[in-house]
């Protein structure tokens, strides 16, 4: 009987490290430093292209699947470009962020960065979805 008891508790150990910690993965309120490792804007007008990398941090720290990520930068690239009127600072700014962000890196803008480092690329559940929304309207009240 103990070796049993003593087995099952083992099974339920590992059971746990694999999974236990997903369940409970907590997610970090919602930060921006605007365009990470990069300009705000221009000389004349220092926040122009801002609330692009706003919106694209909101889609980094929420984080979700690689198309998802796709979809994000796309949407940044194409944010910048309408506001500037620039595509080619449009393509770099898409470039930097396609080679720098992947969420394997332990840095503050990788996809997924309100989440713990590791979490990949992993579909949102709905349990999480609701801590997304929570966050963000704690963000937006503080504005």
Known sequence: MN??????????????????????????????????????????????WEDCCTLHDMAYWRGGTEEERKQA??????????????????????QAVR????????TWYRWGYGWPVGRGYRAISPEEEKMVEQKLRKFRQGK
Do not use: Q
Request: aromatic residues 14%.
């Open 3 to 48: 070796w049993f008891v003593s087995k099952m508790s083992l099974v339920s150990v590992v059971f746990c490290l694999l999974g236990c910690n997903e369940s409970k993965m907590e997610l970090a309120d919602f930060t921006s430093d605007g365009c990470s490792l990069f300009i705000n804007g221009t000389f004349a007008n220092p926040d122009l």
């Open 73 to 94: 930068d796309l949407a940044f690239r194409s944010c910048v470009e309408k506001k500037t009127g620039n595509s080619e600072l449009a393509e770099v700014m898409y």
């Open 99 to 106: 080679t720098g962000g992947e969420p394997y890196f332990p």
